[in-house]
């Protein structure tokens, strides 16, 4: 039984891990947490959104690889994330994740897109139901092969007035 005369050595600073409230004397064996944001198990002091970083150590930037100034070394995001794209809704190529227009937008041209019809348009890059088919012919109307309908000139044959009888003399 303890009388109170014995005398016991251990931890006494009570702000160490290992601290003894039986000691009486510290013998040097205290240890505290290696860092000040964590606790004796080496667990976060503060951590505000759970993620195993304490928030001392937390590096704010954008963390969506498809961004395009990703930062891997962030561990909170900080709404800095840039998509660049085109940012106009009446534009053909619209990128609906897009915050910084790159200039690049594409907006309807209305024509004929078909390279074989006889109407294309290099610069149209929205059929507008305007092609025409190419009709090959000849377009002369004082020929005898005019063809009306033809929009692509072809060999012409002229009329030959005369007799067209192969037993005829004339």
Avoid: H, K, R
Avoid at 109 to 135: E, Q, T, Y
């Amino acid at each position: 039984e303890d009388d109170g005369s014995c005398l016991y050595q251990g931890c006494t600073d009570e702000t160490a891990c290992n601290y003894d409230p039986t000691a009486d004397i510290d013998d040097g064996s205290c240890t505290f947490p290696t860092e000040d944001y964590l606790d004796c198990n080496g667990d976060c002091i503060n951590d505000t959104d759970g993620d195993g970083i304490c928030d001392e150590l937390e590096i704010f930037g954008c963390t969506d690889p498809l961004a395009d100034n990703y930062d891997p070394a962030a561990t909170q995001e900080d709404g800095s994330c840039i998509y660049f794209g085109c940012t106009d809704e009446e534009a053909l190529n619209y990128d609906e994740i897009a915050n910084v227009d790159n200039g690049a937008c594409v907006y309807p041209i209305l024509g004929c897109i078909d390279p074989n019809a006889f109407n294309f348009n290099v610069d149209a890059n929205v059929d507008d139901g305007s092609c025409i088919p190419v009709i090959i012919g000849c377009m002369d109307p004082t020929m005898w092969n005019y063809n009306i309908s033809a929009n692509t000139a072809d060999t012409c044959i002229p009329y030959v007035y005369g007799c067209t009888d192969s037993t005829a003399w004339n």
